[in-house]
């Protein structure tokens, strides 16, 4: 998304999806850790909103003016909140709410894999495999032997 007081394309496009999809049951979820840089039309057509702790001014006033289903008290909270600690605000709730997000119950799943030591490792097994593959034929005509005009494997 473009910076917040520059014209684009993609803003005027962005702006349209989020007003008009709803008709069409289309929704978004929008994920910034500085609402600031977002355009204040497209803040405001956000339904509801998951406000974690914020410290810049230029981003709290940005969310004073395009949330208005949280009170301002409780916008004031922002810089003060924990980590996990969320205001939930907007059609998913009755009121604001301030709730604490509680650990996560299944294992991560995000680790950074090490990408070139999982190739060495693809490239070795796959190499050891071709090889095995191929003196599998002499070793298995090395073995099998003749008794009696009969061969036996």
């Known amino acids: 998304m473009p910076p917040a007081h520059e014209p684009s394309r993609c803003k005027a496009v962005i702006r349209t999806i989020l007003s008009e999809g709803r008709k069409f049951g289309l929704g978004v979820g929008l994920i910034t850790q500085r609402p600031g840089k977002l355009d204040a039309d497209v803040l405001s057509q956000c339904m509801s909103q998951f406000i974690m702790r914020i410290v810049n001014p230029v981003d709290q006033e940005s969310l004073k003016y395009g949330v208005e289903a949280a009170g301002r008290d409780l916008l004031k909270e922002l ?8 205001i939930i605000a907007g059609m998913c709730v009755n009121t604001p709410v301030l709730c ?8 991560h799943g995000g680790d950074t894999l090490n990408a ?3 190739w060495q490792s693809y490239f070795q097994d796959h190499h050891i495999r071709e090889r095995a593959a191929q003196k599998a034929p ?3 005509r090395q073995r099998s032997t003749t008794f009696r005009g009969v061969s036996i494997e």
Request: charged fraction near 15%; glycine fraction near 4%; avoid cysteine.
């Open 79 to 86: 810089p003060a909140l924990t980590k996990g600690q969320v």
């Open 100 to 107: 604490q997000v509680r650990q996560r119950l299944t294992a």
């Open 116 to 118: 070139p030591a999982l």
């Open 138 to 140: 002499l070793a298995a």
